[in-house]
C-alpha cells in the first residue's frame, strides 16, 4: 500500500497496515494517512481502511493496484453510530474537572510537571523545545482545518 507515485491521490503518505478480521470473515487493513490541503497535512496522520483480498497466501488491496481507496463498504458490520458515540473534547476548558485525557504531551508523560488544582493549570517547565527528551508541552489535536486557539496565561517567577 502506497500513495508516493500518485500526488493526485486523495489520501498520501499511506502505510504502517495492520489487519483485521471482521465479524463476517472480511479482511481489511488500518493503516496510517493523511490528507493534505494545498500540500500541508493539516491534521496531522489519519487512521483509514483499505479492503483486503488473498492471494496464494498474500494480501493485497481489493480491486488491484496499490493505491489506498477514499472509500468502500463492508458487508456485515455493526453500526457503529449506533453503538458508539465519540466523546468530543469541549470547545473550551477551565480545567474545572481537572486535566482531561485529549490532552497529549511530547514524547513521554508530564506527570508531576503538569497538575490542576481549582481550575489553574500549573505547568513546570523542562528542557527547551528544542531538546529530544524531556520538553514539557501540553496540548490537543486539532480538529478542524481551520481554528483559532487562545489562552490565558500567569507566569510566575522562581
Known sequence: LTSR????????????????????GTWVMAH??????????????????????????????AGGGHAP??????????DAAAEFVARQPPEHDDFSDGLGDF??????????????????LTLTGRESMFSCYQVTLLARRQQEA?????????????
Open 146 to 158: 481551520r481554528c483559532t486557539a487562545e489562552t490565558s496565561m500567569r507566569l510566575r517567577r522562581p
Open 5 to 24: 507515485d500518485n500526488a493526485w491521490l486523495r489520501l498520501q503518505r499511506a502505510g504502517h497496515a495492520s489487519f483485521v478480521e471482521t465479524q463476517g
Open 32 to 61: 496510517l494517512c493523511a490528507r493534505p490541503v494545498l500540500g500541508k497535512s493539516l491534521t496531522g496522520r489519519e487512521t483509514a481502511l483499505q479492503p483486503v483480498v488473498w492471494e496464494d497466501d498474500w494480501p493485497r488491496v
Open 69 to 78: 481507496l477514499d472509500a468502500f463498504e463492508v458487508a456485515g458490520l455493526p
Open 103 to 120: 490532552y497529549s504531551s511530547m514524547r513521554v508523560p508530564l506527570g508531576d510537571d503538569a497538575s490542576v488544582d481549582a481550575g489553574v
